[in-house]
């Protein structure tokens, strides 16, 4: 029987947080070993945000970085670039030709956007489409991914439906994979953990700012569980030992948050070190990224043949 497929990507735009992680990354690496894996950096998708040549490196070089210190492997799973496959933007703009602007105008990125009256460039409003090239053109039965991605995966499954009905049977549909538990991982304001709000816990954060970040942690005074701060604990231990701890430490606030320090610290500090190795052989790092992305190059392209055939562009 041929192994199932997994596929999925995240943009370089920072440092990822435990959000990130929990919702998503951790998956890449507990699926690896039962799938053929391909996880990219989603640099096109990032362009939308970074218009800055020295912080996309960075950032480009940093999530790369993190790939390989938080446990994916290289004989195990392909990582690769978006950007250096030129396929998905080519695919990308063969779906726009039959999308219309009603059903993007239905995503909830470009509505959000259009609700905060925000100037609105193309390729956020095309966002979903060059996502949907990313996932088809590989394949996969399932994308891990956070809730907040699910309807980009919906949109691959019906853009592969949709070119499937008009130029025949091409693209196998796309599973969102989405772990009940850690769907919406909240941050340490009680909404969802996300760069651009503001209350993350960066998943290799130094000693001294997961400090910062647990002592940030907004609690109340309404009930002796300081709910925010075990949302974020009870990634870290069991619920039954937690609930344990919390009741015996109820309305101890500060105590609870210093236990929280430290079971974070437990956590961190050796995926802290193993990216400092990473880091240490940045040459290294790029020859693996270039040889995925040589390996991701060959099944790209033969879909992309099949797809220019389909149309009827190869005379
Ligand atoms: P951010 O919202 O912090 O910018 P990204 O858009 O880079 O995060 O997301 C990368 C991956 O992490 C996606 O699969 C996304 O669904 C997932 N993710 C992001 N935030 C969370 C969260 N708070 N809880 C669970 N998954 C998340
Ligand atoms: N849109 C995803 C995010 O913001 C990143 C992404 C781009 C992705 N292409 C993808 C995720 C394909 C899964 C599959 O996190």
């Known amino acids: 029987m041929s192994r199932k497929v997994l596929l999925s990507g995240v943009k370089p735009t920072g440092a990822p947080h435990i ?3 929990f919702g998503a990354m951790k998956q890449f690496v507990d699926l690896q070993k039962e799938h053929d894996g391909y996880v990219f950096i989603a640099d096109y998708h990032a ?17 790369l970085l993190d790939y390989l210190a938080i446990g994916l492997d290289p004989e195990k799973l392909t990582i690769f670039k978006q950007s250096d496959i030129f ?34 460039n193309v390729g956020t409003f095309n966002y979903p489409m060059l996502m949907a090239a990313d996932i088809l053109l590989y394949g996969p039965d399932i994308v891990p991914v956070g ?19 008009i130029f025949g049977e091409t693209f196998k549909l796309p599973e969102p994979m989405i772990l009940k538990d850690v769907a919406i991982v909240l941050g ?10 503001n209350n993350t816990i960066p998943l290799f954060a130094e000693y001294e700012e997961i400090k910062k970040c647990v002592m ?17 604990h009870k990634l870290f ?23 929280l320090i430290e079971d974070l610290e437990k956590f961190i500090a050796p995926l802290r070190e193993k990216r400092k190795e990473f880091a240490k052989d940045i040459p290294k790092a790029l020859k693996i990224l270039k040889a995925g992305s040589e390996k991701a190059k060959i099944i790209a392209s033969r879909k992309m043949e099949e797809v220019r055939d389909k149309i009827g562009v190869n005379v």
Request: aromatic share 10%.
């Open 19 to 21: 959000g990130n992680y």
């Open 216 to 232: 940030s942690i907004v609690t109340d005074s309404s009930g002796g569980i300081p709910k925010n701060v075990y949302a974020i």
């Open 87 to 120: 396929e998905h933007t080519e695919l990308a703009w063969i779906f726009d030709t039959f999308t219309t602007m009603p059903y993007l105008e239905r995503a909830h990125a470009y509505k959000d956007a259009k609700a905060k009256n925000k100037e609105i």
């Open 237 to 259: 231990r069991p619920e039954d030992e937690l609930k344990k701890i919390y009741a015996e430490k109820s309305g101890k606030y500060k105590e609870l948050k210093e236990l």
């Open 188 to 197: 340490t304001d009680g909404r969802k953990m996300s760069k651009s709000y």
């Open 47 to 63: 362009l939308n945000f970074i218009q800055d040549k020295e912080e996309m490196k960075k950032n480009i070089i940093g999530i």
């Open 147 to 165: 809730q907040d991605q699910k309807q980009h995966v919906e949109y691959a499954r019906d853009t592969a439906e949709k070119f499937n009905r």
